[in-house]
Every structure is written in C-alpha cells, then in structure tokens.
C-alpha cells in the first residue's frame, strides 16, 4: 500500500542557515534515492513536508523524522492510505524548498500531485498554499 504523511514543525533556533541546506540537501538525493516522494518545504523558522510512497517505508520514516533534535512541535496533518492511480508516479521526485523562493518548483510539484494523487490533491494544494502564505 502507498501512504502520505504530512506534518509542519518549528525549526530548532540552535541550527544555522548553512545546517538547513545541508538537511535539505540530504533529504531530497536520501528520498530520490530510496523512493519516497514529496516535498520538504523551509519558510520562516517553520518546515512542511509531505512524505509519500511505501506504507511502511514512510512510517518508518515519519517516525526517526520526529525524533530529530533539529525540529520540534510536530503536528501531524495528514496520515492516509494512497490509491493507486493509473499515473502513479508519473514524473516523480522528492521536491525541497527553501525561503519561499522558488514558486516554480511549487507549481511544478502540485501540477505532478494533481495527477499522481488526485484523492488527496485539494488539501494538498490547500495545505502548501496556506503554509507558503498564498492562499
Ligand atoms: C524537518 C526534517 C525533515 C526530514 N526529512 C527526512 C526525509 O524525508 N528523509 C530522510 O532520509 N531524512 C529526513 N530527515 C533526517 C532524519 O531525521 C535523519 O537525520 C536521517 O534520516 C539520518 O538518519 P540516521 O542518522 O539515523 O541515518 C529530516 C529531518 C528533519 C529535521
């Protein structure tokens, strides 16, 4: 079964900007590298991430993500079974975005999730807007 998690979380004031990109970094070639998809977006001291692909694969995942000192006060946005579509995965990857710059890559990751998952697309698409300030 495919699964999607979604959370947004308070960044540890401990960690610098270069610490950040860094993570991000490493997120986005470990999740390409293991196939999780998705997106890990940094904005004002605050991450949202939505995690998705094998049920247990991002469960796990979720679960050593919430244990990381680089974060804290997770809260849980989604937590759901994913079904299958004809396109799954079309032109999958894991997107990371930082300091709000890049709307492209935004639009780029919802016209992608708009067709790989359509069941959850409208509170995706809801959720990223809102915590990116543009809905
Ligand atoms: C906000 C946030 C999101 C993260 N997302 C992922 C992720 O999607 N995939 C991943 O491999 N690690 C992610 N990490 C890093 C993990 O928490 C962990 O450090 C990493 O998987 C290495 O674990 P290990 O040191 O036990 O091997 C994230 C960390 C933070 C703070």
Known sequence: MRYIISYVSTVNPDISNSDIS?????VSSHNNAINITGILIYSEGNFFQILEGKEELVKMMFERIKKDSRHYNIIKMLYKEIKKTSFTEYHSSFTVISNGSSQEE???FLQKEKINNPEHYKSISYLTQKFMKLG
């Open 22 to 26: 860094e993570l991000m970094d490493y």
């Open 106 to 108: 935004l639009q780029l």
